[in-house]
Structure formats: structure tokens, C-alpha cells
């Protein structure tokens, strides 16, 4: 698989890295000399410097015969034109155009092209639905967001219970039962995909996956279920605030050409119990934009700096407490200093890996790594054999993906052992008909499930080859 990506920031970075390691064919289309070289230096790919909307230039790369074309500068209009002249011109290369503004991004969900992109990615629609996704899981801080509801992956010290260290992972699974996985364990910040075998030491750090009904059965509730929300309060009122209140169903006036407005979405947080719902951001426009279309929200324009905000806006009497502001630093302080006033939950977006680092070691319930989210948003299209990312381990090259099985799969019907999967790749899940399995060698597969696998990056594409057309 050949892909071309006009835009080296950081993620247009991000998905190069991850497609080398996968194996693929990467061209890197970048403006700026100072970035190319640094790029070239680093990564196994060819980099080219140059405009990326220069047809002779993207020619000389051989954007002719490559399946992908991603266009990810800092410009709406230049991905778009970028990916209309591709389009235009070449007739092999599928396109995607990473776009922020909001008309654009109303055709994000559209299955046709659109002025010669395929597919219209939208950084913050992406953050906001797996904020969204973690908030109705209860922000534990046990738990790990993946987007199959059906699955809960949790992380644990292996010392937390006395039944792990010191035993191997097959004695373990015969004392407390089958009906869970651990896909991972972190040993000295080395992430291992584990046999049977593997001894837990009590230094470790082990990965839980299963059915949440089974592993708060198995190992004791994480306390998602008992969230019940009275305050929900936003730091920051731009796109990504309103995109998430959609995402929870805060009911929206949208206007129309003839000046009636309409009442749209349905309140899903009265699944949560109701809460007061406060939007909190400096900028006195934004503020004002949120309020005219979130009607039945508290919205407060005020200096997120000041130090007698969290006081006297009563910030410590959140159950959550969302930091969404445009810079990730203020987002993490202000999910700390919530939390110490006394906020049930704090979650906070940040852009780039830098931070991720916190994770775990911060009083902070969940940290969303918003370039790694739009990654994985990316690679889901860009990979064969619909093949889904549902989490990407930190510690190390490997995923936990979802593998759907189509009809033309020829070994549908056969045990997960007849299926020649290579070696070291981890059969995590089975869901069938709708329910879960945690699978054994004599799970059989059949059409329209769905298989969770945990991986190295550089199997992803032997798994194409054997599930892919």
C-alpha cells in the first residue's frame, strides 16, 4: 500500500510514524526545509519538500499509483484543493482532507465524495466523541476508553490483588476463571503481549479486558455505574465544547434560512440524572455563541486564570469536570485544581504525546490525547480487511483492534485455531450474535463477527493479507 500526506505538524508526523512501522509505502509532501530534513532523517519513507497542491510535484512522487492521498497542513482550503486536484487528476488515489471548519464538517458522516474528498476528517469531532464515549462509561479511573461498548479494558497494579503476582497467567485464569483476558502486562515501562506462562510479578502494572458485567463480577465495581451527575461543568466554549454537548444530547436551536429555529437533539445526560450544566471560557463571543445555542445551559464569561474562579463559581461541587480550552497545559493545571476543590471527576484534551506521559501518575481521571484520537480515526480508513483500532497501548507498538468478518472470508465457520492467524498476534475477544465471548482455540468464527486482537503494528498488514480482499 503506497500513501502519499501533504503536511508534516504533528499529525501529519504521528500517521507517518505509524504506517511506517506498519510497512507501508509513505511519501511526505512538506513546505517548510527545516521540517522535511528533520523528518527525513528520522523516518524510512521518502520526504519530499515542496507545495503539495503543485500537480507536477505530487506526479514526480508517484501519487499516480498510491491508494492514499492525505492531506493534513494547517489549512482547510489547501487540503481540500489539494485533495480536489489529486482527485481530478489522478484516478487510483482515495483522499482524505483533515478540515476544522464547521460547514465542511458537516459533511464528515456523508458517504460520497465532496469536492474531491472522500473522507472529511474533523480533529475536534473525533476528541468529542470519545469524550462523549468516557463520560457515559463514568470516567473510572480503572477503566480505558475503546469504542466497542460491549468491552471494557482496565488497568491495574498487579499488587492491587493478591491473587496476580507471583503466578502465571494460565494459573491465574484457573482460579478466578475464563471469563476475562489479560491481553498486556507493563513490566519497567516495557509493554509484553504475554503466553499462558507468563509469571506476574507484583511490580507490574496488567491490562483486564473482558464483558464489564464479568470484570465488575470478577475483580469488583470500578464505580462507573454509581455516577450520577448534578453539575457538569466545561472549560472552554469552542468548537469542541459544542460538539461534545451535542454528543451528549444537550439539546441544540439551530436556525434555519427563514429564521424559525428548531429544537434538535434528545437529552441523553437525563441518563446521568439531569445535571446543571455550566460553560466556563474568557473569550466574551465565544461564550455568547454557546449560549444562543445551548439554551438550557449556564454559560459564565470569565478569566479561566483568575484564582477566585474555582471557588466562587463553585467548581468543587462538579461530578465532572471537562477541560477543553485550546491550550493543554491550562487544561491539565485546571483538572488538578478542580480536583482538589473537590470535583468528583476532571478529564482533560491535550494535543500532542508530550503529556501523556501524566497519565496514571496525575490526579486527573482521564487525559484525551486529541492527535492520537484523529491517528487512529485515519488509520481505520486507511487500513484493509475492516480492521478498527480500539486502543493504542502507550508502552509500546501494539493495538488492540476489531476485525470484522465479511462474507467472502473462506474460513468462516472454523476454530480461531484453523485460522492460521501469525504468531504472537492474541485472540482478546469474540462477539457473536451480539454477545461477547472471551474465545479458546475452539472458538469458531463465523460471518458478521467481530474478532478483538492484540498486536504488533508490523502484523497489521499480515493480517490484511489474510482477512482483506
Not at 487544561?331 to 497519565?359: H, P
Request: charged share 25%; aromatic share 6%; hydrophobic share 45%.
Amino acid at each position: 500500500m503506497k500513501i502519499v500526506i501533504i503536511g508534516a505538524g504533528t499529525l501529519g508526523l504521528q500517521i507517518a510514524r505509524e504506517l511506517v512501522a506498519e510497512g507501508r509505502d509513505v511519501v511526505i509532501i512538506e513546505k517548510k526545509p527545516d521540517i522535511a530534513m528533520g523528518i527525513a532523517n528520522e523516518l524510512d519513507c521518502l520526504v519530499q519538500e515542496g507545495d503539495g497542491e503543485n500537480l507536477d510535484l505530487l506526479a514526480s512522487v508517484g501519487t499516480a499509483e498510491a491508494d492514499w492521498f492525505i492531506a493534513l497542513t494547517g489549512s482547510d482550503d489547501a487540503n481540500i484543493v489539494a485533495c480536489g486536484l489529486v482527485a481530478e487528476t489522478f484516478k487510483r488515489p482515495r483522499t482524505i482532507a483533515r478540515v476544522r471548519s464547521h460547514y465542511f464538517s458537516a459533511f464528515h458522516d456523508k458517504r460520497r465524495r465532496i469536492l474531491g474528498v472522500d473522507h472529511i476528517l474533523n480533529p475536534e469531532y473525533e476528541t468529542a466523541q470519545a469524550v462523549a464515549r468516557i463520560i457515559f462509561r463514568g470516567m473510572s479511573p480503572e477503566t480505558i476508553d475503546v469504542k466497542e461498548a460491549g468491552i471494557q479494558l482496565r488497568k491495574m497494579p498487579a499488587s492491587a490483588d493478591r491473587r496476580f503476582p507471583s503466578r502465571t497467567l494460565q494459573q491465574i485464569r484457573n482460579e478466578i476463571g475464563k471469563d476475562f483476558i489479560i491481553p498486556g502486562v507493563v513490566r519497567e515501562g516495557e509493554f509484553i503481549a504475554p503466553s499462558g506462562q507468563f509469571i506476574v510479578e507484583a511490580a507490574d502494572t496488567i491490562y483486564i479486558l473482558g464483558e464489564p458485567g464479568e470484570l465488575d463480577r470478577l475483580f469488583g465495581q470500578t464505580g462507573r455505574r454509581a455516577l450520577k451527575l448534578k453539575q457538569l461543568t466545561l472549560f472552554g466554549a469552542g468548537q469542541l465544547t459544542a460538539l461534545i454537548l451535542k454528543e451528549l444530547g444537550v439539546p441544540a436551536l439551530e436556525g434555519s434560512d427563514s429564521g424559525n429555529k428548531a429544537l434538535t437533539g434528545i437529552n441523553a445526560l437525563s441518563l446521568l440524572g439531569n445535571p446543571i450544566v455550566k460553560v466556563i471560557d474568557s473569550d466574551y463571543e465565544l461564550v455568547k455563541g454557546v449560549s444562543r445555542v445551548f439554551t438550557s445551559i449556564e454559560t459564565i464569561h470569565r478569566d479561566l486564570s483568575d484564582e477566585f474562579l474555582i471557588e466562587e463559581e463553585g467548581i468543587g461541587l462538579s461530578d465532572i469536570v471537562l477541560c477543553l480550552s485550546g491550550a493543554q497545559g491550562d487544561n491539565l493545571a485546571t483538572a488538578l485544581v478542580s480536583k482538589l476543590a473537590g470535583a468528583r471527576r476532571a478529564l482533560a484534551v491535550v494535543f500532542n504525546d508530550l503529556y501523556m506521559r501524566l497519565e496514571g501518575s496525575v490526579d486527573i481521571d482521564a487525559i484525551v490525547n486529541q492527535k492520537s484520537v484523529t491517528a487512529g480515526a485515519i488509520l481505520d480508513l486507511v487500513r484493509r480487511a475492516n480492521i478498527r483500532r480500539l486502543h493504542h497501548f502507550m508502552e509500546g507498538p501494539f493495538e488492540l483492534i476489531e476485525l470484522a468478518i465479511g462474507a467472502h472470508y473462506a474460513k468462516a465457520g472454523r476454530r480461531i485455531a484453523e485460522l492460521g492467524l501469525p504468531k504472537g498476534i492474541l485472540v482478546a475477544f469474540v462477539i457473536h450474535e451480539g454477545k461477547t465471548i472471551v474465545p479458546s482455540g475452539d472458538t469458531v468464527i463465523h460471518e458478521k463477527d467481530s474478532i478483538g486482537l492484540v498486536l504488533s503494528k508490523e502484523q497489521i498488514v499480515k493480517l490484511e493479507s489474510l482477512f482483506g480482499v
